[in-house]
């Protein structure tokens, strides 16, 4: 796996029952994936050299990010290397400019947009679809980072300018009125076969996601299947091996349009790991690795996942201390922890509180309840706080 990160941490976990070995191309032998794995190679993903040793032998390639370049990956190809994703492929996580023009030309549900090459690009667009816009990099963002919200077109023309300045692809969007944000996570083997969860809710706080409600509460049945539909196809259609998540938008006006692609487990299927038959993890395996997929199904009416993000204030107790006291109050608590340096807003771990069985999605008090306790759980965590004002001692 390309990238020692959290996400080929857990892929590496998975990996293990499957009597599979992970060897990982990561940055330094502290990256979250390096400390847990045996086989590890340091070095950078855009060297050609690196991946060509992290490659050797291996059955086959795959990714925990989306920053490889694809020229690296064709070179990889033609050596034999079983590349999964292949390139053709993950050019559409990588590029939202070629992203949104394939979608569209299958006929699959954007927003709105348009490619800026200077000022006046950005002007034609305002003039067509109004203000407030959104300039987006082509390539290169994650958790938010190269978007602008831009309330004129004033504001537009400066991020776009901004960008171009500093040699980047630029794109204009429409400001969609949106009602919330959902993900198709799906799996796509080379074979052929193809397996969904259930469509989940995701809750972005400063462009990060903070929670994922599994299913997503709620959730009108068309919308559902036509959610389903779209990222079995679009797997399908962009020739894509091991999981997609397909970002979306539900918009005030019950439609779907998409907002991203990932090509690789997701932040949106982390409730896997402990609410589905299958976790995103291993399905990525058994996806790249053309197996059988696993089952889907997830295990309970609700599950939900919250992320720790570091605090601004790195709290005084240590992540041990503040386990041991979460899990004195919650035993029913599963956390993840990465294994990384806690820095303001960075995804340090996750944690999943699985709904009563008696319960029902579509039961807003009972949901709001399975919410609470998660984010409660995340906030302890990364703050050693109490949103509640809970007090262990007054506790008996
Ligand atoms: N990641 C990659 N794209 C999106 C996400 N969340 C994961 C990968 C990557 C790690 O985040 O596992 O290696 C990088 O996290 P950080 O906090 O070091 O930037």
Known sequence: M??????????????????????????????PAAQVSPDVVIGAHTDLDALRRAADGADVLTFDHEHVPTELLEKLLADG????????????????????????????????????????DVDAFAARVGAPLVVKTARGGYDGRGVTLA????????????HLAAGAAVLVEEKVE???EL??????????????????QTVQRDGICVEAIAPAPNLDDDLKSAATQLGLRL??????????????????????????LAMRP?????????????????????????????????????????????????????MDERLHHLF?????????????????????????????????????????????????AAHWLSHAEWTDGWDPHDAH
């Open 2 to 31: 390309i990238g020692g990160g959290q996400l080929a941490r857990m892929t590496h976990q998975a990996a293990i029952a499957l009597g599979q070995t992970l060897r990982v191309l990561a940055v330094s032998a502290d990256d």
């Open 81 to 120: 290397v079983n590349v999964a994703p292949p390139p053709s492929a993950l050019i559409h996580a990588q590029d939202k400019l070629v992203m949104r023009r394939r979608l569209e030309a299958l006929d699959a549900p954007v927003p709105r947009f348009a490619a800026v090459a200077g000022p006046a």
């Open 151 to 162: 309330r004129d077109v004033a504001d537009a023309r400066d991020a776009a300018e901004r």
């Open 178 to 180: 949106m009602r919330r």
């Open 183 to 200: 993900a198709a996570l799906v799996a796509r083997s080379p074979f052929g076969q193809g397996a969904a969860w259930p469509v989940v």
């Open 235 to 260: 797997a399908e259609e962009l020739g894509v091996v091991g999981v997609l998540a397909v970002e979306l938008f539900e918009t005030v006006d019950g439609r779907l349009l998409v907002n991203e």
């Open 266 to 318: 997701h932040n949106s299927g982390h409730w896997t790991m402990d609410g589905a038959r299958t976790s995103q993890f291993e399905q990525h395996l058994r996806a790249v690795l053309d197996y059988p997929l696993g089952d889907t199904a997830p295990i309970a009416p609700v599950i939900v996942m919250a992320n720790v993000l570091g605090a601004q204030q790195i709290p005084q107790i240590s």
């Open 328 to 376: 004195a109050r919650m035993p029913d608590a599963k956390v993840h922890l990465y294994g990384k340096s806690e820095r303001p807003g960075r995804k340090i771990g996750h944690v999943n509180i699985i709904g009563e069985a008696t319960g029902s999605v579509d039961d807003d008090a009972y949901v709001v309840e399975v919410r609470e306790r998660a984010s409660r």
